[in-house]
């Protein structure tokens, strides 16, 4: 990942860089997710508002995750993103996961980063990309629509939201990459002016 750190200009104007995750992120990554609505944490496994689970990300050997990127403004983190294969059963296919703090959505963040571990895929050479997300969450499905995700199973009440108890589903959508490598090549071409 050569090509980090990179800075990324927001619709706005602001810059923010986006950069690999490491250790030293441990406090900043524990604050971002405390400003994250609850609602937005449920497709995560872990209890991401907890300091353990987050450095169980470091420490644990268990958990590997080939991409992580956060996006930084100063010092605080404003978005995280990863690009894992843990937890599926299929070697060429991936997962993509993205949450942007609510201050900085609606400005470009998303679809950046978004278009960033596509890349990754890419260049690892998965042939299909997954993605899971709530009913509602209406920026990150007009990302996934832009590159032309489309949902292919809903979890009917699969999530329970432990502030309201409601029952949310869950969609799953993916894209096949296997056809995709030249259409990218021209977006990536695009955000990186």
């Given at each position: 990942?050569?090509?980090?750190?990179?800075?990324?200009?927001l619709k706005d104007g602001t810059v923010i860089t986006a950069r690999?995750?490491?250790?030293?992120?441990?406090?900043?990554?524990?604050?971002?997710?405390?400003?994250?609505?609850?609602?937005?944490?449920?497709?995560?496994?872990?209890?991401?508002?907890?300091?353990?689970?987050?450095?169980?990300?470091?420490?644990?050997?268990?958990?590997?995750?080939?991409?992580?990127?956060?996006?930084?403004?100063?010092?605080?983190?404003?978005?995280?993103?990863?690009?894992?294969?843990?937890?599926?059963?299929?070697?060429?296919?991936?997962?993509?996961?993205?949450?942007?703090?609510?201050?900085?959505?609606?400005?470009?963040?998303?679809?950046?980063?978004?278009?960033?571990?596509?890349?990754?895929?890419?260049?690892?050479?998965?042939?299909?990309?997954?993605?899971?997300?709530?009913?509602?969450?209406?920026?990150?499905?007009?990302?996934l629509s832009h590159y032309g995700f489309e949902p292919e199973t809903?979890?009917?009440s699969y999530i329970k939201d432990e502030n309201t108890g409601v029952?949310?589903?869950?969609?799953?959508?993916?894209?096949?990459?296997?056809?995709?490598?030249?259409?990218?090549?021209?977006?990536?071409?695009?955000?990186?002016?």
């Open positions: 990942m050569t090509e980090y750190p990179k800075e990324l200009k690999p995750l490491e250790p030293p992120d441990i406090e900043a990554l524990y604050g971002f997710f405390l400003d994250i609505p609850r609602y937005d944490l449920l497709m995560y496994k872990d209890d991401v508002s907890t300091r353990e689970s987050i450095e169980s990300w470091f420490t644990n050997p268990s958990y590997k995750k080939l991409v992580q990127l956060v996006s930084v403004k100063d010092t605080e983190i404003v978005a995280k993103g990863t690009l894992h294969n843990e937890g599926l059963y299929w070697s060429d296919a991936a997962e993509i996961k993205l949450i942007v703090h609510p201050d900085y959505r609606g400005l470009g963040l998303g679809s950046q980063m978004f278009h960033m571990l596509l890349n990754e895929g890419i260049k690892k050479n998965f042939s299909k990309i997954i993605v899971r997300y709530t009913v509602g969450n209406i920026s990150f499905s007009k990302i809903v979890l009917n029952a949310k589903d869950l969609i799953i959508a993916s894209y096949n990459l296997e056809n995709w490598a030249r259409r990218f090549e021209f977006y990536y071409t695009m955000f990186s002016k």
